[in-house]
């Protein structure tokens, strides 16, 4: 069956840096195109990002654009999402989705922390 | 990129049917039909309910069905069962963007 899971989530300052990844199983990873959405604690869904089959062609949300970078590894079944610069307005749990215009599958999300 | 409008609220009893609406600009629907709906349980990830405006993806109940006139999107529940009690969110991709919902949070009476 279809399995995301994220890890590399924790506490940071704000202006540090973290490095999110997404494992993935049950389908050709290669297949899809891939996303980042995050969720504020207790508040609604934003899109961060998106990534082609082979990594051409990146999008981000203005919000993000310019301080996170998304990628991929298709050899490694492996989503990432490097955040530098980091806000303490950044604070979210971090979903993995399969797709780009709709997500069949969601992993449980990794929650990132940003405070002093 | 401003989230797309939903009620903050919607109520129903059991069995009856209710609709949330999701209000975007042109700019966010333009001439897509790339509108989904997503149904999220306290600490759940969220669950793909239609996508496509209409089209629901195996599995899903045919008692959630969607809609879009215009620049509004439209989730409609009918025979509203207790376990619908969630938040509900709307997306749409709008090349090469995607905007959310601010979210919708049904309660079943």
């Known amino acids: 069956q279809v399995q995301l899971v994220e890890s590399g989530g924790g506490l940071v300052k704000p202006g540090g840096s973290l490095r999110l990844s997404c494992a993935a199983s049950?389908?050709?990873?290669?297949?899809?195109?891939m996303s980042w959405i995050r969720q504020t604690p207790g508040k609604g869904l934003e899109w961060v990002s998106y990534i082609d089959y082979t990594s051409t062609s990146t999008y981000y949300a203005d919000s993000v654009k310019g301080r996170f970078t998304i990628s991929r590894d298709n050899a490694k079944n492996s989503l990432f999402l490097q955040m530098n610069s980091l806000r303490v307005e950044d604070t979210a749990v971090y979903f993995c989705a399969r797709g780009y215009k709709a997500d069949s599958y969601w992993g449980q999300g990794a929650l990132v922390t940003v405070s002093s | 990129q401003s989230a797309l409008t939903q009620p903050a609220s919607v109520s129903g009893s059991p069995g009856q049917s209710i609709t949330i609406s999701c209000t975007g600009t042109s700019s966010d629907f333009g001439t897509s039909n790339s509108v989904s709906w997503y149904q999220q349980h306290p600490g759940k990830a969220p669950k793909l309910l239609t996508y496509?405006?209409?089209q629901r993806p195996s599995g899903v109940s045919d008692r959630f069905s969607g809609s879009k006139s215009g620049n509004t999107a439209s989730l409609t529940i009918s025979g509203l069962q207790a376990e619908d009690e969630a938040d509900y969110y709307c997306?749409?991709?709008?090349?090469?963007?995607?905007?959310f919902g601010g979210g919708t949070k049904v309660t079943v009476l």
């Open positions: 997306n749409s991709y709008a090349t090469p963007n995607r905007v």
């Open positions: 049950g389908f050709i990873f290669s297949d899809y195109y």
């Open positions: 496509n405006v209409s």
